[in-house]
């Protein structure tokens, strides 16, 4: 409900013509479908072509709604699916999420705190699976070079941080794919390269969220992905937890 605009509505008969005109006014690509009071149904602005509203209606299907109580993750995936879905309150439809509607601020929070969390779990992943400093012989001398220089200053600023952290979100994630127990195809159903090119636009759309660029033009299909498998992704990188040993 965060996201979610209400929808207009209008009884069955009413003109389509007369519908088609505040649609416009309004710029509203849908409406809701009244029958007896209560919206059973909804019609596009591109289907209003004479006769009365109703003679254009589409019927909610199963991936169309939402509960109020839905969450974001959810909503992402059912938008994926048809592009809208509309949020039932009290078992009755009465707002709509459209894809323009994940530009707003819960959803950019959302999506960069998930993206926040899966990179701090890339780190745990790489400190488990290369002791020490070995994942350095891994990764690129000029992303390595690039990581010494901000550890270098952020120390000149008087913070202590390890070279690890320094590292950009797609050079922990390509790390942690080298994690002999992470099987991209097995967890993730996609290929090592397709994980790859994943993590770069995943860091494309962080980059975008922390500039306050627009994300749905080029980000959706990836933020579809991304929500839909994060619990896979975030349970193929945990490292196993190990019980402390008894004193």
């Known amino acids: 409900m965060d996201v979610a605009e209400p929808l207009a509505s209008f009884d069955w008969d009413r003109p389509a013509a007369e519908v088609a005109a505040f ?3 309004h710029d509203y690509d849908r409406v809701g479908i009244r029958r007896e009071g209560i919206v059973r149904a ?11 509203c109703g003679d254009h209606a589409r019927s909610f299907g199963p991936d169309d709604l939402v509960p109020e109580t839905a969450s974001l993750q959810e ?11 509309f949020v039932t309150v009290l078992d009755e439809v009465s707002a709509v999420v459209t ?14 705190g998930m993206i926040t969390l899966l990179e701090m ?9 290369f002791p020490g400093d070995a994942w350095r012989a891994h990764v690129a001398a000029a992303r390595l070079a690039k990581a010494e220089e901000l550890q270098a200053e952020r120390r000149r600023r008087g913070v202590e941080v390890r070279l690890l952290d320094c590292l950009q979100f797609s050079d922990k994630g390509q790390l942690a794919i080298r994690v002999p127990t992470i099987d991209p195809e097995r967890v993730l159903q996609m290929s090592r390269k397709a994980a790859l090119r994943g993590l770069k636009e995943l860091e ?10 627009e994300l749905i033009a ?30």
């Open 75 to 85: 909503v992402i995936e059912s938008l994926g699916i048809n592009g809208r879905c």
């Open 23 to 25: 649609m416009a006014a």
């Open 99 to 112: 894809l323009q509607d994940l530009e707003k601020p819960p959803v950019r929070m959302f999506l960069f």
């Open 218 to 247: 080029k980000g959706w299909p990836r933020i579809v992905l991304f929500s839909t498998r994060l619990d896979l992704l975030l349970d193929s990188y945990r490292p196993e937890r190990r019980e402390p040993e008894a004193t």
């Open 204 to 213: 494309d759309i962080r980059n975008n969220l922390a500039h306050g660029q």
């Open 121 to 129: 779990v890339f780190t745990q992943a790489v400190e488990a699976a």
């Open 42 to 52: 909804y019609v596009e602005r591109a289907d209003l072509d004479g006769g009365r």
